[in-house]
């Protein structure tokens, strides 16, 4: 397709104007559109990379990516120092990249892709009613009932949360489901569900290998804090059902969690407890259904600066799993380090699929060695 030339040999874009051509150029949603247009020729390609309109429609399909700091482009094999890097293309790479798996259609639709619990806001018998047991698929767990308790509380206002990692750093999220329980043991089978859930997405702030995970009876309160983590996406508030059914909640759009992390707002309590009258919020499963983007897109916190770098890597594409552990003295470093990241997050995945949730102490993600770079 060639440009269009308008009064001899002067471009459309010359004919039209700088403002104007932005407008027009503002107008195509799809990153598919915009690639095409970059493609005509020369100038339309350098008008589409110094305005940066790659971003500014990533930006407008998921508002999240403006929380990050940096971005960077990872290759395979470490990047000649004889070729300089522009800034400007190397940014519609990524932008025109991320905008277009945000789009695509996924091959495994209304995937789960939690892997594990980071804590909850309080919890009233540890171990036997601990956050963990919101990951069983199963009611019933070694013939008891299988659901997380909240410490129990005398303002029905009181919020309560449980905060969960996902499979990879950066996933698209469609829908969180939530299932309330009830208590059959106790009289007139209460359900101690939640007046109302709002859901909080991003990242903990500190570099990898700071977050801990539930361990012990407090569940990690001081890992809970809000004031660990850079939340960015907040959804609306959702009512939630006093029903002992599985609830959907389907977000507004499709949320790009950057990170991994989900919070899930249980915002004040609806049960008392005969017993002590008090509110409790007892929750007996939490889904998050989406997709991963990773290894393509990997996320890092800065260290010692401590700000947010979003991760390109343009060579996982066309790869299969084999591909990626191969024995190569050639690749660089941080190619490395992140695909090592990538196996054993997907390891951890399978071996939650088969054999249920891990205590990640035990199997700790962030702790890469450089063995583990040709495993």
């Known amino acids: 397709m060639a440009a269009k030339r308008c009064g001899g040999d002067q471009d459309l874009l010359d004919w039209v104007g700088t403002d104007i051509s932005a407008s027009i ?4 949603d799809h990153p598919a559109d915009l690639v095409c247009a970059a493609a005509v020729s020369r100038p339309w390609r350098r008008f589409v990379i110094e305005n940066n309109l790659s971003k500014s429609l990533c930006l407008r399909l998921c508002p999240e990516v403006a929380t990050v700091a940096a971005v960077a482009e990872v290759t395979r094999s470490p990047p000649s120092p004889a070729v300089p890097v522009s800034e400007s293309e190397r940014d519609f790479r990524i932008y025109s990249n991320l905008a277009g798996a945000v789009v ?14 980071i804590g909850a806001s309080s919890t009233d018998q540890f171990p036997k ?7 069983d698929e199963d009611y019933i767990v070694n ?6 308790s909240s410490g129990g509380a005398d303002n029905p ?5 449980l905060t969960y990692r996902l499979n990879h750093d950066i996933c698209i999220v469609d829908e969180i489901k939530v299932q309330p329980f009830e208590a059959y043991f106790q009289h007139g089978d209460p359900i101690y569900s939640a007046k109302a859930v709002r859901f909080r997405m991003g990242h903990y702030k500190l570099p990898r290998g700071s977050e801990s995970f539930v361990t012990h009876k407090d569940e990690n309160k001081m890992v809970n804090a809000d004031k660990n983590y ?3 996406y907040t959804s609306p508030g959702y009512p939630m059902l006093q029903e002992n059914v599985l609830q959907s909640f389907k ?20 049960q008392k407890q005969k017993a002590d009258d008090r509110y409790y919020i007892c929750i007996c499963s939490a889904q998050v259904k989406g997709r991963s983007l990773s290894p393509m897109f990997m996320f890092d916190i800065s260290d010692p600066e401590g700000y947010s770098i979003l991760k390109y890597l343009p060579n996982t594409k066309d790869l299969y799993a084999k591909d990626m552990k191969q024995d190569d003295t050639k690749e660089s470093l941080e190619w490395l380090s992140l695909i090592a990241r990538y196996n054993k997050m997907n390891q951890i995945a399978v071996v939650n699929a088969l054999m249920g949730p891990l205590f990640m102490n035990e ?13």
Do not use: K, Q
């Not at 695509?104 to 619990?117: F, K, L, Q, W």
């Not at 206002?157 to 949360?161: A, L, V």
């Open 25 to 28: 150029f503002h107008l195509l």
């Open 104 to 117: 695509s259609e996924p091959r495994n639709p209304d995937v789960a892709i939690i892997t594990h619990c």
């Open 129 to 135: 009613e601990t956050m963990e047991h919101t990951l």
């Open 143 to 148: 013939f008891r009932p299988s659901y997380w």
């Open 157 to 161: 206002d009181e919020p309560e949360s």
């Open 230 to 232: 850079m939340w960015t």
């Open 251 to 270: 977000l507004p759009r499709p949320v790009l969690c950057i990170g991994g992390v989900v919070m899930i707002e249980l915002l004040g309590g609806v």
């Open 363 to 375: 199997y700790d993600v962030d702790d890469v060695s450089d063995d583990d770079f040709f495993e």
